[in-house]
């Protein structure tokens, strides 16, 4: 791995809980200069562990021992202190710009790896627990969006992926949709660690969850509704995490 670069951040504190998971996110913003100089402002109240740029320099600003802030109100597998139990990384990039984002490139991707797979390998964090900011707050955060190749993490040993799942004949569950298949779809979505009511009633949350699971399992429609495909995948990759 790279030389890593030091940028403290006055915007830390004490762990309540071990490491658990690691949650990635994007910047949203025009340079990695500024998104250091906002992530290091006391002013701003917010940090991450490490920045990524977009040539593959990493910077540490917080110690892998604090609670950095950057994953805000969160839910995790019953964590609501997501802060403590995880490592953030924020990657240097614009966002989404008119819906639509740019790929990572290639050294920032490759920097990610390392760094993440060095992450782990110092901290017990499970495959499924590699996120997105928006799987932890589906309500508020779409970052780091579907332009991240979550497959391709996964195939370095970064985070929890499923390949060639048969997709079963069900109906597909919308917004209002109600009943016994709602329930169990909700089960499973906390089962995997998802923060979601299970009420049986496909709400605007639980269509907000499940459009964060399109975010990172299924970039190519996300749309909130729970199809055969995302059903299928939901399913198979709750089995997988608890294998």
Known sequence: MAPIASCPSPNFDSRRCPVSL?????TNMPSAEQALARLCDPASKVSAHYLIDRQGQ???MVDEG???WHAGVAHWAGLDDVNSASIGIELDHVGHV???MAAYPPLQMAALVDLSRDIISRHPIAPAGVLGHSDVAPMRKIDPGEALDWRQLAAQGVGLWADNVPVENVDTLTLNTEGPAVAALQKTLAAYGYGVVQD???G???QAVVRAFQRHFRA???DGAADGQTQSLIYALCRLAVS
């Open 22 to 26: 690691l949650i990635l996110h994007y």
């Open 58 to 60: 990493i910077t540490q």
């Open 66 to 68: 604090a609670r950095a």
């Open 98 to 100: 008119d819906g639509h």
């Open 200 to 202: 049986g009633v496909y």
């Open 204 to 206: 605007p949350q639980t």
């Open 220 to 222: 190519q429609k996300i």
